[in-house]
């Protein structure tokens, strides 16, 4: 038996059971006790990929909600820049009739 592992983001990988046994076995390791080991280890393994794969996806989700939140600050900037030119305009209005005023005030009071 084989697994092979595709794991998002990362190279594939392939852990040949079998060979693994065998190597066991020659290694001097009872065929029952190699076939557990071997086992154990391919359980091991698959669920390292799930948990890759799990984080993988939270990742993603991740970061479409952080591109969704920096449309959004986009959105408002552009909103909160286009308020401050408007109340800028308003502003110089203000103070050049505030300016006109004055002139008049201080024309009145020179001609007295």
Known sequence: ????????????????????????????????????????????????????????RAIMRVEARLERFEARMDASLSELRQEMTQLEQRMIIKLGALMVVAVGVVAAVVKL
């Open 1 to 56: 038996m084989q697994i092979h592992v595709k794991l998002p983001r990362m190279t594939a990988v392939t852990f040949d059971t079998l060979k693994y046994a065998n190597a066991l076995e020659a290694a001097g390791i009872p065929r029952a006790q190699a076939q557990a080991q071997v086992s154990v280890l391919a359980e091991a393994i698959q669920d390292q990929a799930k948990t890759v794969a799990e984080n993988d």
